[in-house]
């Protein structure tokens, strides 16, 4: 196989190409593959590209998996008539796939296990550079690439995420209905000034997404107590904040400690699942130690072993409201007050 693709890359050219490049994404694939043996993860993404693939986005000129996602390539002539035509089949093709999954595998009876219950996609068109041997497409690259995977990521929790640039008047009159228009920050891409998106119903854009990227300011609280009384909590652990985090997504929690087992080093692990809370206390960070106090028992702490339980956040803007005074108010304001000069100088 190496040699095969080594042989293309001796014979490679280049040429640019128009494309509408689609990434499709399984949402909460690490929720599900934390309870999953690698052969049944292995077996429903390979199963999952097979069904995408050979029965509904078959027109695609170039696909390549990204884990638990697949980027799609199609090509389009350099005119109107053919853009529209591709981008009627890849929305028309989007939207039945969404519709149909998970269900699209029920048939399959390798798939006996519950699956991830969503797919997004992330839809952006333009020029791409095109990587080929002879006949055959060795990969794709460019910026419009790239989008398609930020706009991927915002297509949660499940639906699809377009580019503005991709045009409104492009979308079919037919599924324009289905699309809302939203402004979003994008890292790499629109991290100061807010970008334009077209998305579905299902989409939730998160909080983080909704303001500028250089306002992303990360604060913690720091909670330190001895392993003794770690030991002791059962139930729920509240870290209270000092003010609203932007999002879940913005928001971390560790413990963190002096290793018994690699003197003069500080281990730290991470808490995965928690939650954000507010009630007539504040606002906290909700989590369970359960797994984490089963991690601390093997480092053979001390009792009086001070562990440091951490909140991170970003802390959620404050929108400044501006006063603004329409064109026409203030040039009415300007005649009045020359109007009033003139009276009262005769």
């Known amino acids: 196989m190496l040699d095969n693709l080594i042989s293309k890359f001796r014979d490679a050219e280049g040429r640019s190409e128009f494309v509408i490049i689609v990434v499709c994404d399984i949402r909460n694939f690490s929720g599900f593959s934390a309870d999953r043996e690698a ?9 999952f590209y097979e069904k995408l693939l050979s029965e509904y986005f078959t027109d695609a000129v170039f696909a390549k998996p990204t884990g638990d996602g697949l980027i799609m390539a199609f090509k389009h002539k350099s005119n109107q008539a053919d853009l529209l035509v591709v981008a009627e089949s890849v929305l028309n093709k989007c939207l039945k796939a969404i519709a149909d999954y998970p269900n699209m595998l029920t048939n399959d009876l390798m798939i006996n296990f519950p699956l991830p219950e969503k797919i997004g996609f992330g839809i952006a068109r333009g020029t791409a550079f095109c990587l080929f041997a002879g006949e055959d497409i060795i990969d794709y690259s460019g910026q419009v690439l790239n989008l ?10 499940g639906g699809i995420v377009i580019d503005e640039a991709f045009l409104w008047d492009v979308i079919p009159k037919t599924l324009q209905s289905a699309f809302r228009t939203e402004e979003v920050y994008i890292r790499g891409i629109a991290e100061d000034l807010p970008h334009k998106v077209f998305c579905t119903a299902d989409v939730t854009i998160p909080e983080s997404a909704k303001y500028p990227l250089n306002s992303h300011t990360w604060d913690k609280v720091d909670q330190v107590i001895a392993y003794r009384q770690v030991k002791k909590i059962t139930g729920n652990y509240l ?18 400690w002096v290793s018994a087992l690699n003197p003069g080093h500080r281990s730290t692990i991470g808490v995965d699942k928690f939650s954000i809370i507010k009630d007539a206390q504040g606002i906290s960070i909700k989590f ?19 562990i440091t339980i951490t ?8 929108k400044a409201i501006v006063a603004t005074t329409s064109t026409d108010n203030l040039a009415k304001a300007l005649l009045a007050s020359v109007a009033s000069a003139k009276k009262t100088k005769t």
């Open 148 to 157: 398609a995977s930020r706009l991927n990521d915002l297509a949660k929790p």
């Open 39 to 47: 052969p049944e993860m292995a077996i429903f993404i390979a199963k």
């Open 288 to 306: 369970n130690l359960s797994e984490e106090k089963k991690h601390l028992i093997k480092e053979k702490l001390k009792a009086d072993s001070e």
């Open 239 to 256: 870290i209270m904040l000092p003010v609203e985090p932007l999002s879940m997504d913005k928001c971390k929690v560790t413990l963190s």
């Open 311 to 318: 909140g991170q956040f970003v802390p959620k803007p404050t």
